[in-house]
Every structure is written in structure tokens, then in C-alpha cells.
């Protein structure tokens, strides 16, 4: 993944040496707020136009235990998040410096993370209390959203943009390892995730957020 990211940035900043036109054109971006989510996000976006109307926009980041919730019960939380987003302008303001856009996307959030719990062999009945496992869950995002852009100032290289939607996200669950023809004991995990004893399910999300945008 990172490989991929570095190899994006490398074309489209060798395509914007080869042209000058605008609007089309490179942009790196950065989420101020995304330190604040349950898993605190570190990371920066690329983005390029092609014109007035289209644009393509990939962000990587790395996971971290989140700044208020912390690592919650488990420990050693490491992972990443890849998103993907196609926009297309419905309208601009030439008096506000600002453009409406519309667009979708795909994301994918991987993380592992320390856990113990108590697993209940199916023949027996007999209960193996605070076991330790590595949990591994992969997520993919499928949404739609809405947003604006605003130029920050006249002339200026630097905007503002905010976004928000809705969509569908995946979830598959691994824990590696377990102990043979064993179930889980449900337990409540306070992750502000998914519950540990909860398996591969679908539920909906709401891609949104904050960016602050520089054209390259």
C-alpha cells in the first residue's frame, strides 16, 4: 500500500512538471481533525484535477490508539487506512471562491490489536478464562458523499474542504490464535469499535471530514 502511494505521487508530480495548465493540476492535503477520531489517524492525501469538473483523491494513513480513549483494553493497536475518492463538481461561485461537488469512494482499514477473552469449548462446556489472541480486522468502505471546496484567499493556492455521506463498510474478524472447537464469550470490548466477540458483519458508515488543501 505505501508502495502504491509513493508510485502515485511520483507520476502525477512527474505529469505536473510535463503541465502547467490549469485548473488542472496537483494538490497535497491533510486532515486536522482526524488525531481526534477513536483511532487517531496520521497521514497526508493527493489529489489531482484534470479539469473544472473531475478530480481523483487517494490518503494513506497509519493508526494509532486514539488521544482520548486511548488503547481501551488492548494493547499493541498498529494499522493503516487507505481512501479512495472520485469527485465532480455540480456547481461553482465565482463571488465566494467556493465549488459544490459530489463524489464516491472506497476505503479500506486494516488493524491488529492485543485482546484477551474466554472461550467456551462446544463439547464440553468447559470455559479457558483470559486468553490472548491477536485480533486482525479488515474493513472495506463503499459510499457516496457530498461537499465544498473554498479558495482560501484570492489568488491563493490554499482551500478548505468538508464533506459528509453515507455507505456500506465490511468488516471481517480474525483471531489467531484460538483454542479448537471453542466460541467466545461475549464481552463488551469499549474499544469505540467493534466488539471483540462480534464476527465478519456489514453495517453502515459516515465517510466525512476536514481537509486543508495545497496546489502544487
Not at 489531482?48 to 488503547?71: A, C, H
Request: glycine share 10%; charged share 20%; with cysteine.
Amino acid at each position: 500500500m505505501k508502495a502504491t502511494f509513493i508510485l502515485l505521487l511520483s507520476v502525477l508530480l512527474i505529469h505536473k512538471t510535463a503541465s502547467s495548465q490549469q485548473p488542472a493540476g496537483v494538490y497535497l492535503s491533510f486532515n486536522p481533525l482526524a488525531i481526534l477520531e477513536p483511532q487517531a489517524t496520521y497521514g497526508l492525501g493527493l489529489g489531482y484535477r484534470f479539469d473544472q469538473n473531475m478530480e481523483v483523491f487517494t490518503e494513506y494513513s497509519i493508526l494509532k490508539p486514539g488521544l482520548f480513549t486511548g488503547e481501551g483494553k488492548f494493547t499493541n493497536i498498529k494499522g493503516y487506512r487507505s481512501i479512495t475518492q472520485f469527485k465532480y463538481t455540480i456547481s461553482s461561485n465565482e463571488y465566494t471562491k467556493s465549488k459544490t461537488f459530489i463524489g464516491m469512494e472506497y476505503r479500506l482499514r486494516k488493524y491488529t490489536y492485543e485482546d484477551q477473552a474466554n472461550f467456551t469449548n462446544k463439547s464440553t462446556g468447559a470455559t479457558i478464562k483470559e486468553y490472548n489472541f491477536i485480533n486482525t480486522t479488515t474493513a472495506h468502505g463503499f459510499g457516496g458523499f457530498i461537499g465544498k471546496q473554498w479558495d482560501l484567499g484570492e489568488e491563493s493556492r490554499w482551500c478548505l474542504e468538508a464533506f459528509i455521506g453515507v455507505g456500506l463498510r465490511y468488516k471481517m474478524i480474525d483471531r489467531n490464535p484460538v483454542p479448537s472447537n471453542s466460541f467466545i464469550v461475549p464481552v463488551a470490548a469499549g474499544f469505540a469499535e467493534t466488539p471483540n466477540y462480534v464476527d465478519n458483519h456489514t453495517t453502515l458508515y459516515v465517510p466525512g471530514g476536514i481537509r486543508i488543501m495545497v496546489r502544487l
